[in-house]
Nanobody, 127 residues
């Protein structure tokens, strides 16, 4: 099992640059990709960004490309989502997710492609 705990977020003004962190514990040696998703009320869970466990490859959703950056702190088993130029439409619950190397379903850009999830952290952007 892999446990994921997110932190960061809260109420942010438009244009702000908050940072979300996700600490992974447990069987982290089995993790292949870490991702961030978000879900606004009444909407489907949306892919935000992903990073390979090695940190060599990163992927971004179109709506955040150029504004968000995903990175890894290898020593702390932490994945960071640095957000910038926030807009009110970025308001959502942000979830950290992990895809293990043995999980063969879906793809890394959709929620079905991940087998472990954090509890989520709310980000609210005020205009």
């Amino acid at each position: 099992q892999v446990q994921l705990v997110e932190s960061g977020g809260g109420l942010v003004q438009a244009g702000g640059s908050p940072r979300l962190s996700c600490v992974a514990s447990g069987r982290t040696f089995s993790v292949y990709v870490m991702g961030w998703f978000r879900q606004a009320p009444g909407k489907e869970r949306e892919f935000v960004a992903a990073i390979s466990w090695s940190g060599d490859n990163t992927y971004y959703g179109d709506s955040v490309k150029g504004r968000f950056t995903i990175s890894r702190d290898d020593a702390k088993n932490t994945v960071i989502l640095q957000m910038s130029s926030l807009k009110p439409e970025d308001t959502a619950v942000y979830y950290c997710a992990a895809r293990s190397s043995t999980f063969l379903y879906g793809s890394i850009t959709n929620a079905a492609g991940y087998d472990y999830w954090g509890q989520g952290t709310q980000v609210t952007v005020s205009s």
